[in-house]
């Protein structure tokens, strides 16, 4: 099943994505093209507010034409611990943070074409500090209770895949 790479071609380098086509050789011994994305890690955060009440964020998203609802997330800065950039983001976008914090899950939201893996936490204890948001960003936090979020998710008002799995990851195994 593994398939052995013959050459690889560098398509685009971005700020955060790297485009690359790689000849590969498959197990039958025929060759194939594989395109794909290598980004960086990433890591998100349920923020949690008491035993009822979570923070999300609210943005306008470019390439969906679309204002989503997510948990907060960024991507690791080159040898940043996921725990670190959860710390960073957790501020930056909602303006708390917390001593507080605990992994949840790893997973890659898209095998076949990209190399990122993204990192899920859980944050309690919040502590309010000031928001300071990329300046190219523009977002706001929204408090919600749980039953809330768990309509959204049923009527389509979520739709991240990061924002559903971690969610309903952690409603279904910790709370």
């Known amino acids: 099943m593994i398939e052995k790479l013959l050459k690889s071609k560098k398509i685009y380098g971005g700020k ?10 498959l197990p039958n011994g025929k060759n194939a093209k594989r395109e794909y994305i290598r980004q ?4 998100a955060v349920i923020p949690i507010i008491s035993r009822k009440k979570i923070v999300l964020v609210k943005q306008y998203r470019y390439p969906i034409k679309k204002i989503t609802y997510e948990i907060p997330a960024g991507k690791l800065d080159d040898g940043e611990k996921a725990i670190d950039c959860i710390k960073r983001e957790l501020a930056e976008e ?6 507080n914090i605990k992994k949840l899950i790893s997973f890659y939201p898209s095998t076949a074409f990209s190399t990122e893996k993204l990192h899920i936490f859980v944050a309690k204890n919040l502590k309010k500090v000031k928001m300071r948001p990329d300046e190219d960003e523009f977002i706001e936090p929204v408090i919600i209770n749980y039953k809330k979020a768990l309509k959204w ?21 910790l709370r």
């Open 16 to 25: 955060i994505l790297n485009f690359y086509v790689d000849d590969v050789s």
């Open 40 to 43: 960086p890690q990433a890591a």
């Open 153 to 173: 998710i049923e009527s389509g008002k979520i739709k991240d895949a990061k924002t559903l799995i971690g969610l309903l990851y952690y409603f279904k195994t």
């Open 94 to 99: 909602t303006g708390f943070t917390s001593n």
